[in-house]
């Protein structure tokens, strides 16, 4: 074979490839709702303000947010999905004497009454689909793995820096057609990560660790996508 043949041969051959693995390709794209629910507990060395939850089940509620999915092939996709959960933390009384004064934090003195603080968390995730469905690109069953982001918000932790962590996320899902391009997508996702809740720092202390540990945070999820190739 010439030596000139070549790159036309390797040219040839990736547009022949790439014609069957774009026919099989599909977009997704539509909202979510679902149920928030964080395990897990969280250790600290001193008491804990009343303007923000004591455990992590405190924050379980509903969810809702938007997913859009490309399946690259017919067994592999990727998927990227942004969620939120959302609360008003009932008021209470704060207990905890503060470490300097002046108490800069809602909570923080002996007596002071929290009114109702509203609470979110916020996840964005990037996952890597496998489907191991008998039928793919029909009735669709994956599994799912990735890189995430949590950040918790709302007037609740914006004191605190609304603080954010890294997280690993892996789940589970599935998908069945409806009419025309419309699909109805269910799923059941576990957000893994380390959270820690931390005080800034004054001239007279350095920073303080609120809250910290391990947690889980489940979210089953129902969609409705619209889907094309």
Partial sequence: MH????????????????????????????PVVGYYRPTGSFNTSIPYFAAVPE???????????????????????????????????????????PLASPCAYPGCGPGQFVPPTPVTVSTASALLLCDVSPAPKRWRAWLAAGPAVVRHGGAAYEPYGSPVQWAGVVGLGGSVPLVAHL???????????????RLAGGPDFGPTELQNGFQTDLLLHLGLDWSWR
């Fill in 55 to 97: 455990h992590a089940s405190d924050l379980a509620t509903r969810s809702w947010g938007v997913e859009a999915r490309y399946w690259l092939a017919a067994r592999w996709g990727v998927e990227a999905r942004v969620a939120v959960a959302g609360k008003r933390w009932p008021g209470r009384q704060g207990f905890l004497v």
């Fill in 183 to 197: 699909r109805a997508t269910a799923g059941l996702a576990a957000t893994m990560y380390a959270f820690r809740l």
């Fill in 3 to 30: 030596p000139r043949r070549i790159p036309l041969l390797i040219l040839l051959s990736t547009v022949v490839a790439a014609g069957p693995l774009a026919a099989q390709s599909t977009f997704e794209i539509g």
